[in-house]
């Protein structure tokens, strides 16, 4: 069966500090890959989404980056922090095209930045 | 509009309850449809495909029309455990990205 990692599982920063966050999915190929935010009482933001190994798909333009160094791999940084970057970030992988099957969510990283 | 719209509640019922909800999107091109429930701080998990035909898994029954673009999760004989935010989510069509609601929170009290 899949399973999907995140940590850390909570991370306090301070503004202006560096942010990398890790996502593995075990059990699955050439996964659909996702970081999504959530802040506080609010919905789901997609980040990006990663089709294959080096390919990142930006959805808002901010201060995150994302790389896939590995097929099962995700990671979200940031060089320097924002106040409103606090949230609860899921990484989330889907096992097709068209939407088939829905996506899967990793537990998150609940970051707040101080 | 939004692309996919939900009431946000919350919907307070009692342990037992029928509990119905809706959910509404934009694009009449949408291919696929799902339910998910996030516990509070919780990841969001996933309850239900939803057909055309309709489907029941247990106590939930998820049912899609088109003709009108809503879709509905009806829940039976509602548990204390069954409180939680439950999210509608619309695959468009094109690409690999799915639209999330807001979602609608569920308490469920004795």
């Known amino acids: 069966s899949q399973t999907i990692h995140q940590w850390p599982a909570t991370l306090v920063q301070p503004v202006g500090s560096p942010l990398s966050l890790e996502c593995t999915v075990e059990g699955t190929s050439n996964p659909n890959l996702y970081w999504y935010r959530q802040a506080a009482g609010r919905g789901l933001q997609l980040l990006f989404y990663s089709v294959g190994i080096g390919q990142i798909s930006s959805e808002v333009p901010q201060n995150l980056s994302a790389s896939r160094p590995q097929d099962r791999q995700f990671i979200l940084s940031s060089k320097k922090l924002l106040l409103s970057d606090s949230g609860f970030y899921l990484c989330a992988w889907g096992p097709g095209t068209r939407g088939v099957g829905g996506q899967f969510f990793g537990p998150g990283t609940r970051l707040t930045v101080l | 509009r939004k692309e996919v719209e939900q009431d946000p509640g919350p919907f307070n019922v009692p342990e037992g309850a029928t509990v119905a909800f809706n959910c509404t999107y934009s694009n009449s091109a949408s291919q696929s449809f799902f339910w998910y429930r996030q516990d509070c701080r919780k990841e969001p998990k996933l309850l239900m495909s939803v057909y055309s035909s309709g489907n029941e898994d247990g106590r939930f029954t998820a049912q899609l029309n088109r003709a009108s673009q809503y879709i509905s999760l009806l829940i039976r004989d509602s548990k204390l455990s069954d409180s939680a935010t439950y999210l509608c989510?619309?695959?468009?069509?094109?690409?690999?990205?799915?639209?999330f609601g807001t979602g609608t929170q569920l308490k469920v009290e004795l």
């Open positions: 989510v619309v695959f468009p069509g094109g690409g690999n990205k799915l639209t």
